[in-house]
């Protein structure tokens, strides 16, 4: 196995008219193993929340040069954050893991039907029912080809 390593990723957030407005520099340990990784800010970096409705432009580079950032391998792409209504407040609140995906994928809440279709694959990684969700997840937005990689960090928490 190959030794871990700590690479530096850069994430990006702004507004609309390109104006900066968060900016974080988290450190990310890699094993060398292939697989989908999920990122994290830290909670105590005191990032303002986004503001409902407006649109955002994400990126996240990996730094592979410290001295030369052309080098860097970079995604980006949009999120806006939509407010949840009392209803679907309450239905989430109540709801199982599983209907959770649901509820989210259905209001168009991705990061967090992503996310807690990951936790669910972790807890049952036997169940094929999550792992053909998955699958259609990631076929929906044209990622089927990561479909079946490890969740190499979701799983290690």
């Known amino acids: 196995e190959t030794p871990e390593k ?4 850069c ?3 702004s507004d609309v008219i390109r104006i900066r ?3 974080q520099y988290p450190i990310f340990s ?5 697989g989908v990784a999920s990122l994290s800010l830290p909670g105590n ?4 929340p986004l503001v409902v409705g407006k649109d955002y432009h994400w990126s996240v580079s990996l730094i592979c040069k410290t001295d030369d950032r052309s080098k860097d391998i970079r995604v980006d792409g949009w999120v806006q954050r939509v407010a949840t209504n009392v209803d679907l407040t309450k239905q989430l609140a109540t709801a199982k893991p ?7 994928a259905n209001n168009g809440i ?3 039907t992503v996310t807690t279709l ?3 694959r972790c807890a049952n990684p036997k169940e094929t029912a999550l792992n053909s969700s998955w699958a259609e997840l990631l076929k929906s937005v044209q990622l089927e080809a990561i479909a079946d990689q490890p969740l190499i960090q979701q799983c290690q928490r």
Not at 30 to 34: D, L, Q, R
Not at 45 to 48: H, Q
Not at 98 to 104: A, E, I, K, S
């Open 98 to 104: 599983t209907d959770r995906v649901r509820l989210y």
């Open 6 to 9: 700590t690479l530096l990723l």
């Open 45 to 48: 970096a005191n990032i303002p």
């Open 110 to 112: 991705w990061f967090d």
């Open 118 to 120: 990951a936790e669910q």
């Open 21 to 23: 407005v968060r900016q």
């Open 30 to 34: 890699i094993t060398g193993t292939p």
């Open 11 to 13: 994430f990006r957030v």
